[in-house]
């Protein structure tokens, strides 16, 4: 079974950038793994934001894009604003399998 | 707008059975495939189960096939889940997904429901 590694936590500050990235343990990503990313938000479902690497969906913020990043599914957020502070997942599917990854804590301080 | 709606949170005693149902609006439910993904508190997601929009292919991650059943009724868009025989690491949030259409991933989730299996 493959494993997907996300960084387990990041710090960014506001109106900052930050990239978070998502790699498999079967090698490098590509787009036939259609890395989808979610945001977290404590005590609330995941929102979906990002699917098919890079498509967002329409209530996904202009801030965030995703994209592949040196063999990694990555997602960018540009202006980071404080209630961008959750934890964040990505999805990478095998034979449209999809396997999450851990997830990353995003601080913004 | 797309609503999901879980019921039939609970505790029950391990070994025993839970039905969750979804109700599903806002959008044609046969088109998509419907999921169920868990969160233990405090972890991460799994995607446990998985229906076709017709209904004529089913997936189940290993640690629930053959104790969980996951159905739909398109007439009266729902999706259920039965779960039997729990475990104690059954317990977490179950949530209702709806898959995006031409490629794969997640888009609308449901707000969760709570399974707690403890004695």
């Known amino acids: 079974q493959a494993v997907v590694t996300q960084e387990p936590s990041l710090t960014v500050s506001p109106g900052g950038t930050v990239t978070l990235t998502c790699a498999s343990s079967t090698g490098a990503v590509t787009s036939d793994y259609s890395p989808n990313w979610f945001q977290q938000k404590p005590g609330q479902p995941p929102r979906a934001l990002i699917y098919?690497?890079?498509i967002t969906h329409s209530w996904t913020p202009a801030r965030f894009s995703g994209s592949l990043l040196g063999g990694k599914a990555a997602l960018t957020l540009s202006g980071v604003q404080p209630e961008d502070e959750a934890d964040y997942y990505c999805v990478l599917h095998y034979g449209g399998v999809p396997e999450f990854g851990g997830g990353t804590k995003l601080t913004v301080l | 707008e797309v609503q999901l709606v879980e019921s039939g949170r609970g505790l029950v005693q391990p070994g025993g059975s839970l039905k969750l149902s979804c109700a599903a609006s806002?959008?044609?439910?046969?088109?998509?495939?419907m999921h169920w993904v868990r969160q233990v508190p405090g972890k991460g997601l799994v995607r446990i189960s998985a229906i076709k929009g017709d209904g004529s292919f089913t997936w189940y991650a290993d640690s629930v096939q053959g104790r969980f059943t996951i159905s739909r009724d398109n007439a009266n868009s729902a999706l259920y889940l039965q779960m039997n025989s729990l475990r104690v690491e059954d317990t977490a949030v179950y949530y209702c997904?709806?898959?995006?259409?031409?490629?794969?991933?997640?888009?609308?989730w449901g707000q969760g429901a709570q399974v707690t299996v403890s004695s």
């Open positions: 806002g959008f044609t439910f046969s088109r998509h495939w």
């Open positions: 997904v709806r898959g995006t259409v031409g490629i794969a991933g997640f888009d609308y």
């Open positions: 098919g690497t890079a």
